[in-house]
Every structure is written in structure tokens, then in C-alpha cells.
């Protein structure tokens, strides 16, 4: 099982920015896709973004513009660029990776990490 670490969390002003990192304990992104993933209270765990193992990009119609996902696979980290951020973004941010190069299925988890946007 891959171990994934987020971070880069916090409490941010609406119209702010952060950025998250998700490092995996090993070489993966380069050959299996991943996502960022959030949970709001109350609400279903919801798809933000995704990248295949070629680099190909997709997300969800609520952060188009205003977040970038992307990767490092030297570092065997992937990222968050999180601008223009609203309260409706607050949420606990999770990454996970596929076992798939480009499809998000049979998922490893990380544990996390909060984002609370300040109105």
C-alpha cells in the first residue's frame, strides 16, 4: 500500500491562495493517476481534480480556473494550486492514487488535510 501525506492546509481570507502537496512513500505518479479529493460537513466526498500518469488533467466545474493540479515525479509529489478561493471551499482535502495509469479506482488514501476559507 502507498503511504500519501498531504499538507499545506489552513485558514485563508476568500480571494486567497494555498497550495497542497501530497508526497507518496514511493515512485508512483509517474505510472498510475491521482486525485484531489474534499469532504465539506455534511456533504459526500467529492472529486476536485484529477491528473493521469502522462500528465493529462481534468476537474470538477466548481474550481475550473481557479485550481491547478500538477506533479513533480522526481519529488514523488503532486499539487493543489488553490487561487480565488471561496468559503464554499472549505473542506478536509484528500489526495489518493489510483492503481490505474489514467482511471481513479482502487484507491490508496491520504489522511487529509484541512482548508478553511474565511469570508
Known amino acids: 500500500q502507498v503511504q500519501l501525506v498531504e499538507s499545506g492546509g489552513g485558514l485563508v481570507q476568500a480571494g486567497g491562495s494555498l497550495r497542497l502537496s501530497c508526497a507518496a512513500s514511493g515512485s508512483i505518479f509517474s505510472t498510475n493517476a491521482m486525485g484531489w479529493y474534499r469532504q465539506a460537513p455534511g456533504k459526500q466526498r467529492e472529486l476536485v481534480a484529477r491528473?493521469?500518469?502522462?500528465?493529462?488533467?481534468n476537474y470538477a466545474d466548481s474550481v475550473k480556473g481557479r485550481f491547478t493540479i500538477s506533479k513533480d515525479n522526481a519529488k514523488n509529489t503532486v499539487y493543489l494550486q488553490m487561487n480565488s478561493l471561496k468559503p464554499e471551499d472549505t473542506a478536509v482535502y484528500y489526495c489518493?492514487?489510483?492503481?490505474?495509469?489514467?482511471?481513479?479506482?482502487?484507491?490508496?488514501w491520504g489522511q487529509g488535510t484541512q482548508v478553511t476559507v474565511s469570508s
Open positions: 491528473i493521469t500518469s502522462s500528465g493529462s488533467t
Open positions: 489518493a492514487v489510483s492503481k490505474f495509469p489514467t482511471i481513479l479506482a482502487n484507491l490508496d
